[in-house]
């Protein structure tokens, strides 16, 4: 019989690490967009989707950039659905994660797993790993639930069998989904239902790509004959597929730097995507056909490439590839989703086998062909259709007794509304610390008194019903902080900077309010006030502790004062900051800019032959290397390159 039961996952591992408390006003860094010359040559439809409503900020998500690189012995809780042909170990408090899809027959795993745990800045919000199938909702890349936990519990499937449900309020577009993993006995398929519901009165922007690591030394094979290549150039072009430029793109190695290629697939073409190893073997991934793109990411065989491998692995682990499954063509675009209307489709995970001569010809036709007719006979077309129409039957029915607790945020978002979610239930007891102010505002029509001043306020919900709540609340230099990061967030940045303002007439040394402002003043372009005010900031926490505001907020300060040239303020800060926040790769980056900026070239360089790992260094981020050749005038060596693009 199909099962679910809890284990526990042992592997080495750093710690995620805290959040930072400071309120992302700041826009992302977004290395996925095209301008606006390149947008007017694309299809329609792709352009318009990728016009409609880019993330601009991911408020009210905090960031998640606390961790390190030193690794521990680490247990995670994982959730484990099996039956005598798959073992499928998910990973509840790491965003429904799938850890691993474990083929019994053969022994055979279907999956790249990770052998180590070690957070990256790849989510859109920081923290993110590589390895298994994730489930990326909200914006352009990884989601903000990639380190984050899911509600889970059994639901019973169509065919009496035990469903895993997994389900969240997706904070960035304000949605709830669900993903419910469906084995049913005998099967050799774990199916996927997902959906994803828009409650309100007016349309969201929906992004969906279901993201699997596979081996990189697989074929990627897919039923198409063009794709749309996107490299870190920025760069949206149509190419041939598999060869473009002289080179079989299908083999993950072939490649140089970095590449998404988004596929073309034909209209009432069957939707698929596998990654086959050298004997023909691997795995398949299929849907309903709403579920319409189809993508291969590759890392490339130049040096940032295999360093970004490493940085997220380890030597020697062995690399990987992504194959991926969306919603539209390519990941630049959002998907309409209307009012009171909802998204949802059937994906299928398992194994296959096919001739490997065929699979690894130079016949591309054949090549597609061959995995076709296995798919079909593996696991028919009308079978998933079949499969999806079933599993609807279900996606309303109650889940049984909680095995996680993902946040409180989609039981706050009912209290507010007095909605009803039959499927997805958010009850109160899932309420916690974060959401505690906001019940009062929401009862009483103000937030509780601050009882320290100088303590980091909690995340601020920025939907336009907070805001309105906010605006007739009673003034207070918390309330006004609030008040003025929703605004910030609406993109009324005037209004935002004036509530901060007020704020501070009442407390002028409020180190947060300065903070924000000096962020306003940042992307005024007004570098010398936000200095100033960054520097005022600093003051006003006394950042002589290691607190993760005072490590946030000493970086922002000491990145902002070496862009007004204030290096004497900057060189005071650095001598406050204790031995412990000094040790941190990021502030060794910083020192050796600072001693730059103080004309020590040579001292600069000794920082980097000292050895430094900068660990939230973000994807596509070039600086590191950048400044080596500044500092040397040659290319930076292999601990210090992540390049993604050619020069």
């Known amino acids: 019989m199909t099962t679910i039961r809890p284990g526990e996952l042992t592997l080495p591992g750093a710690q995620v690490g805290p959040e930072n408390p400071l309120p992302a006003l700041r826009p992302p860094a977004d290395a996925h967009t095209v301008d606006d010359r390149t947008r007017a040559g694309l299809p329609r439809d792709m352009a318009r989707q990728i016009g409609y409503e880019p993330l601009r900020s991911i408020l009210p998500v905090r960031r998640l950039d606390g961790y390190g690189r030193d690794r521990t012995e680490l247990t995670l809780d994982t959730l484990v659905l099996e039956n005598d042909r798959l073992r499928v170990t998910v990973l509840p408090g790491l965003g429904g994660r799938i850890q691993s899809l474990l083929h019994k027959p053969t022994g055979r795993e279907l999956l790249y797993r990770n052998p180590v745990f070690q957070p990256a800045a790849f989510a859109l919000n920081g923290a993110w790993f590589s390895g298994g199938i994730e489930w990326n909702i909200g914006a352009t890349g990884h989601t903000t639930l990639s380190c984050a936990p899911l509600h889970a519990a059994p639901v019973p499937g169509p065919d009496g069998t035990p469903m895993l449900r997994l389900w969240e309020w997706e904070r960035l577009r304000d949605l709830p989904f669900q993903v419910d993993l469906w084995l049913p006995d005998g099967s050799d398929f774990l199916y996927v239902g997902v959906r994803v519901r828009n409650p309100h009165e007016r349309p969201a922007p929906v992004y969906w790509w279901s993201n699997i690591a596979v081996p990189e030394e697989h074929r990627v094979l897919v039923p198409a004959d063009e794709a749309w290549h996107f490299g870190y150039e920025h760069a949206l072009r149509r190419v041939p597929a598999p060869v473009s430029d002289g080179v079989d793109r299908s083999y993950p190695l072939n490649g140089t730097y970095p590449a998404d290629y988004f596929y073309e697939l034909p209209d009432g073409e069957r939707r698929w995507i596998a990654a086959l190893d050298a004997d023909g073997h691997g795995l398949v991934q299929t849907s309903t056909d709403l579920l319409r793109g189809r993508k291969l990411f590759l890392w490339g065989t130049a040096a940032g490439g295999r360093r970004w491998q490493e940085w997220l692995s380890e030597p020697g682990g062995g690399g990987y590839a992504e194959i991926q499954a969306g919603l539209a063509r390519t990941q630049l675009e959002h998907v309409k989703l209307d009012a009171e209307s909802e998204f949802s489709w059937l994906e299928a995970y398992g194994p296959l086998a096919a001739d490997a001569d065929r699979v690894h010809g130079t016949d591309w036709a054949a090549a597609r062909t061959e995995v076709s007719a296995r798919l079909a006979t593996a696991l028919p077309r009308p079978g998933v259709d079949a499969a999806y129409e079933a599993w609807l039957t279900r996606a309303d029915t109650p889940p049984g007794e909680r095995l996680a607790t993902g946040s409180g945020w989609g039981a706050l978002e009912l209290l507010r509304t007095g909605l009803e979610l039959p499927g997805t239930p958010f009850p109160e007891s899932t309420l916690g610390p974060e959401q505690a102010p906001w019940t009062e505002l929401l009862r009483g029509g103000a ?184 500092l040397t005038g040659e290319p930076p060596p292999p601990p210090y390159d992540f390049r993604m693009r050619p020069k």
């Open 447 to 630: 937030l509780p008194p601050t009882t320290a001043p100088d303590a980091p306020h909690g995340p601020t919900p920025v939907g336009r019903a907070w805001r309105d709540m906010l605006e007739t609340a009673p003034a207070d230099p918390a309330t006004e902080y609030h008040l003025g990061v929703a605004q910030w967030h609406a993109g009324d940045r005037a209004q935002a900077v004036r509530s901060w303002e007020r704020g501070l007439q009442h407390a002028p040394h409020d180190w947060q309010l300065l903070r924000c402002l000096a962020v306003a003043d940042a992307q005024a372009g007004q570098r010398e006030r936000a200095a100033e005010r960054y520097a005022a900031a600093f003051d006003g926490l006394g950042a002589e502790d290691s607190s993760p505001a005072a490590v946030a907020l000493a970086g922002e300060a000491l990145e902002a004062l070496l862009d007004a040239g204030r290096t004497p303020a900057a060189r005071t800060v650095w001598d406050r900051l204790p031995p412990r926040i000094r040790a941190r790769g990021r502030f060794r980056f910083l020192l050796a800019q600072l001693l730059l900026a103080e004309g020590d070239t040579a001292g600069a360089r000794a920082v980097y032959d000292e050895g430094f790992e900068v660990a939230d260094l973000r994807e596509g981020a070039e600086g590191v290397g950048n400044l080596w050749q500044r």
